[in-house]
Nanobody
Framework: VQLQASGGGLVQAGGSLRLSCAAS??????????MSWFRQAPGKERDVVAT???????TDYADSVKGRFAISRDNADTLYLQMNNLKPGDTAVYYC????????????WGQGTQVTVSS
């Protein structure tokens, strides 16, 4: 399985970006429990930003992005992250990941997409 993340770029503070994450053709998401976005800034650990339950559709966000970011997915299991009112502190490489049923960690990861927010 390959996850392909896209949509990153350079934006000024206060701007918006929309990230997308699509699985390789023919991938079944029937065993996926959670779909998430993580980010990793230089010199920092990779942290979860937002998570959506594939079946229930419930969402969860890191405190730092609540009210500014929105995670969603479509019927083709493409994952999105709408990022509004971006801040320089949001600068990082963003990764999408899928967690399978019965697993404690994330098994499938995208390659990452760079988001840079200038002040």
């Amino acid at each position: 399985v390959q996850l392909q993340a896209s949509g990153g770029g350079l934006v000024q503070a206060g701007g918006s970006l929309r990230l997308s994450c699509a699985a390789s053709r023919g991938t079944s998401a029937s065993r996926v429990l959670h779909m998430s976005w993580f980010r990793q800034a230089p010199g920092k650990e990779r942290d979860v930003v937002a998570t959506i339950s594939r079946n229930a559709g419930t969402t969860d966000y890191a405190d730092s992005v609540k009210g500014r970011f929105a995670i969603s997915r479509d019927n083709a299991d493409t994952l999105y992250l709408q990022m509004n009112n971006l801040k320089p502190g949001d600068t990082a490489v963003y990764y999408c990941a899928w967690r399978l049923l019965g697993r404690s960690g994330y098994d499938w990861w995208g390659q990452g997409t760079q988001v840079t927010v200038s002040s």
